[in-house]
């Protein structure tokens, strides 16, 4: 036996205001867009109330009768207007039924706020209409809307079905965990990607070394050295521009560390603080004083929503986990020293993960976990240097190592200066 709750005059009417509040919203919208002809204001305004007297009343007849007759008179004005395309404005008298019924329903708090808070979201949807035209039929690819597709799909298909623990040889094999790190790299790979894409690196060198810090680090200091090759008197700029991406990298690592071991990344808040700040200040003094008008391209940067990079960011932090689990269970701190100087080359994130995943579990200490990863930040830096000089050449290398010089520098002196 169900019992209905009966709400209280004063809540009732405050229900029925914000129905007609609903309705008067996205009518507004509705008539403003389309002008005389269309369903408007009034029409969007009686049907929100409608919609909450359904609610106060729950009577499920009386419900479904009322929805059933709005859609009968909404499909016959349809078919009177032959020379519509589309049923939007249908389609939003329907939300705005069923948003009436949602906000008056008894004893559902969030009801109100929830459906006022969705009328005020539709109505910016209904307003964005021809900017989001033009984002689907015109700004994303084909190929990005399906890559797209997929990493949701690595979102809310797969890791629902992952099973939880640990498994393997040292408990290095988590599923649930090593997919989440591959969601959070990917989803800051995703903002790079596209704020390059729609800022544009036209705006200049530097903004373009910005995004290329979120998206790959890496990538940036190889297309820059590219760039510093193909035009050497724009040295200084370039080399600017690669020293801006890396100091870049610092905070978008703590963010990552922050979802993982919070505590790590409190405590290396302040060294990587110092190495992002000696980085922005060397990038301020590279700056030229007279330059040219650089060729700024895009940073060659591949679709990071691709399956298979995903995977391969995964694969890449299992086995780093593995070894720097095995290498910390069968020689200590030492062995994991190596093991991170040694997978940074390859992605310090993965490194920075698997500390904090010992460093949770209590097999590492925290200034072993910080060692490890300013060694695998290191390593990654020895790297990213031998590109710059083998692709940019001398000048352009001897530049970038300056940064990283004083980043490390300011890392060595704040994990000093921390108690």
């Not at 002809?37 to 009686?46: A, N, Q, T, W």
């Not at 903002?191 to 790959?216: C, M, N, Q």
């Not at 060397?282 to 004083?289: D, E, F, I, M, T």
């Not at 007279?290 to 929503?305: D, E, I, Q, Y």
Request: charged residues 10%; aromatic residues 10%; hydrophobic residues 55%.
């Amino acid at each position: 036996m169900v019992l209905a709750v009966e709400p209280a005059l004063p809540q009732a009417v405050q229900s029925v205001v914000e129905a007609l509040l609903i309705g008067f919203l996205i009518g507004a919208q509705r008539e403003a867009s389309h002008g005389e002809g269309h369903p408007g204001v009034r029409d969007f305004v009686l049907i929100g109330l409608t919609g909450a007297i359904c609610g106060l009343l729950q009577n499920a007849w009386l419900t479904v009768a009322a929805l059933l007759s709005i859609t009968a008179m909404l499909a016959v004005f349809y078919f009177h207007m032959r020379e519509r395309t589309g049923i939007t404005t249908e389609m939003a008298a329907v939300a705005t039924f069923t948003l009436g019924f949602l906000v008056a329903t008894p004893g559902n708090p969030l009801g109100a706020p929830l459906a006022v808070g969705t009328a005020v979201v539709v109505v910016a949807f209904l307003e964005a209409k021809r900017s989001l035209h033009r984002l689907v039929r015109e700004t994303i690819t084909e190929i990005e809307f399906n890559d797209t597709l997929r990493f949701l799909a690595l979102i809310f298909i797969i890791y629902p079905v992952l099973p939880t623990g640990s498994f393997g040889p040292y408990g290095f094999f988590d599923p649930r965990k090593i997919w989440t790190f591959v969601i959070l790299v990917g989803s800051i790979s995703y903002l790079g990607y596209f704020l390059e894409k729609f800022l544009g690196s036209s705006r200049g060198l530097r903004l373009t070394g910005l995004l290329g810090g979120i998206a790959s680090t890496t990538a940036a200091t190889a297309s820059f050295a590219r760039a510093c090759r193909d035009r050497p008197e724009q040295v200084a700029l370039y080399a600017q521009a690669a020293v801006l991406a890396n100091a870049v990298q610092f905070p978008r690592l703590l963010v990552i560390l922050a979802v993982f071991a919070a505590p790590l990344a409190a405590m290396m808040v302040g060294p990587m603080a110092l190495m992002s700040l000696a980085g922005l200040a060397v990038s301020a003094a590279l700056a030229p004083r007279k330059t040219l008008a650089p060729a700024v391209g895009g940073l060659s940067l591949s679709n990071p929503l691709q399956l298979w990079p995903a995977l391969k960011f995964g694969l890449v932090f299992a086995l780093i986990l593995f070894f720097t689990k095995a290498a910390a269970a069968v020689w200590g701190g030492g062995g994991v020293y190596w093991t991170g100087a040694l997978g940074g080359a390859l992605d310090t994130d993965a490194v920075a993960v698997s500390a904090a995943e010992l460093l949770t579990a209590g097999r590492l200490t925290p200034d072993g976990a910080w060692i490890t990863v300013l060694l695998a930040l290191a390593s990654n830096a020895v790297v990213k240097t031998v590109i710059a000089f083998a692709t940019g050449g001398r000048d352009f290398g001897l530049q970038v190592t300056a940064g990283f010089a004083a980043m490390f520098a300011a890392a060595v002196l704040g994990w000093w200066a921390v108690p």
